[in-house]
């Protein structure tokens, strides 16, 4: 199995899996993409990108890193969106079972779903949390259950689901969205004050899943995405959500998704990593 790089640059004793508290997991695949294709590179991109990162972080006063940060082998050759499904379920039941904090890395959006079917088979009382550009509550897309465009459809079959930072969907998603659990891009840019935030923790349970795809933030800081939509978040306003989530919520894994790598915007590569490691070290935050 082809071997990918490491996350960070860290001493062996500190990436060793045996007692890493956290876990990579990379999962190149973009097979159902309908517009630019090269999500697949993604996950190598923000490992790449991870190894010139400042391993302390000023907001938490900590180095997240001590508490292990350990990277698998990639999921590859998943030849249908049933099998890579199936994979990721698999891997993260078993990163879950071993009190590990998994970290998905995509590869498109439907990579999260065997994520979300192992959190809420490990975890009750479960949220999946959405930092997105689009709905993606699809029911079908292009013949397929398993499409990016779908993945948070799959996901409320499991559990309560939270949206934020949506400003791109389809007519027919409107049926079954709860405006109640969404929050609109262009609502979050109407309170510069964030209350906002507190009214989302209102919503979610004890235990919450983060789902990121890149796309939530504005292009004009992370271009490099397949489906870029104008209007989107600010590095700020993700993080400062992030950090109420982890203070007030048990988040028990996350993925960061829709990375397309472009020649010269290492920028968003970079970014990724970042938001990555931000997210750590709110979330174990002494």
Same mark, same amino acid.
């Given at each position: ?113 065997? $994520?979300? #079917?192992? +959190? %809420? ?9 959405? !930092?997105?550009?689009?709905? &993606? ?47 609109? $891009?262009? #609502?979050? +840019? %109407? ?9 989302? !923790?209102?919503?979610?349970? &004890? ?63 970079? !970014? ?15």
């Amino acid at each position: 199995m082809r071997k990918s790089s490491s996350f960070g640059d860290f001493e062996p004793h500190y990436t060793d899996f045996r007692t890493a508290q956290i876990v990579i997991l990379p999962v190149p695949y973009d097979q159902t993409s309908t517009w630019i294709k090269g999500a697949d590179k993604g996950p190598e991109a923000i490992l790449k990108a991870s190894k010139n990162l400042e391993f302390y972080d000023i907001l938490t006063d900590s180095e997240v890193f001590r508490k292990g940060i350990a990277t698998d082998a990639p999921v590859l050759d998943c030849p249908t969106p049933d099998e890579m499904v199936k994979q990721v379920r698999q891997r993260m039941l078993g990163y879950f079972q071993k009190g590990k904090f998994p970290v998905l890395l995509g590869g498109e959006h439907s990579v999260s779903i065997g $994520a979300f #079917q192992a +959190a %809420a088979q490990s975890f009750s009382n479960l949220t999946v949390l959405q !930092l997105d550009a689009h709905a &993606d509550t699809r029911e079908e897309y292009e013949g397929s259950i398993y499409n990016h465009a779908c993945v948070m459809a799959r996901a409320r079959q499991l559990c309560p689901i939270v949206q934020a930072g949506i400003r791109s969907m389809d007519s027919c998603e409107k049926p079954a969205l709860d405006k109640t659990r969404v929050f609109f $891009a262009h #609502q979050i +840019a %109407a309170d510069p004050q964030r209350r906002w935030i507190d009214t989302l !923790l209102s919503l979610l349970t &004890d235990n919450v899943y983060l789902t990121i795809d890149l796309d939530v933030f504005d292009p004009s800081l992370m271009p490099a995405t397949g489906t870029p939509e104008p209007g989107g978040l600010g590095w700020y306003e993700v993080i400062s959500l992030i950090e109420q989530v982890c203070r007030h919520r048990n988040v028990i894994g996350m993925d960061v998704v829709e990375l397309c790598p472009r020649e010269h915007l290492w920028a968003s590569d970079f !970014l990724a990593a970042k938001l990555i490691y931000q997210t750590l070290s709110f979330r174990f935050r002494d």
